[in-house]
């Protein structure tokens, strides 16, 4: 199967038990806001730094690891199912340490979303929802069409260039 790899916005346990349907895993960080996160998890001023917590529930890992005093970084993983911690990084988790190795693509595309935004103010979440979807899909348009173009020679005004301008405003 394939793996998935997502940033807060996206991870639920809901989602991780759909993509498991399908032969997906689901590697991501999860807002400590969610009710599916228990009250261990969370941050606690007397945890120790680089320390770790553990919750199994069927086939999904929650970890709540502490890289600096009282602050809990939290994932969820669908592909991890035990406590294993590489002691040679700051006892870091192997699942932390996964969601670093894969999380590049989801910081890039942030990243180039926000770039190439063509979003405007709204209180209607529907609408919010809806700029959200042209902009991911205008990015991943253009990441198709250079995979596909990998050939052609890209100049510094190409029509990628303008396309994203005219998007922009």
């Not at 809806?130 to 198709?144: H, L, P, Q």
Request: charged share 25%; hydrophobic share 35%.
């Amino acid at each position: 199967g394939r793996t998935i790899t997502t940033d807060n916005y996206f991870t639920s346990a809901e989602l991780a038990e759909d993509l498991l349907g399908v032969q997906t895993s689901l590697v991501g960080t999860i807002r400590r806001n969610k009710k599916q996160i228990p009250q261990e998890l969370q941050s606690d001023p007397y945890r120790p730094e680089q320390s770790s917590i553990f919750c199994f529930d069927r086939q999904i890992t929650l970890v709540s690891y502490v890289p600096k005093k009282r602050h809990a970084v939290i994932l969820l993983s669908t592909l991890h199912y035990d406590k294993a911690i590489d002691n040679e990084k700051k006892n870091k988790p192997e699942i932390i340490l996964y969601y670093n190795e894969t999380k590049g693509g989801v910081d890039r595309m942030d990243q180039m979303v926000q770039t190439y935004s063509c979003k405007r103010k709204t209180k209607r979440w529907p609408m919010t929802f809806f700029f959200n979807m042209i902009d991911v899909g205008v990015v991943a348009a253009f990441v198709v069409w250079t995979i596909k173009k990998s050939t052609m020679e890209r100049k510094e005004t190409s029509s990628s260039t303008l396309i994203f301008v005219t998007i922009r405003y």
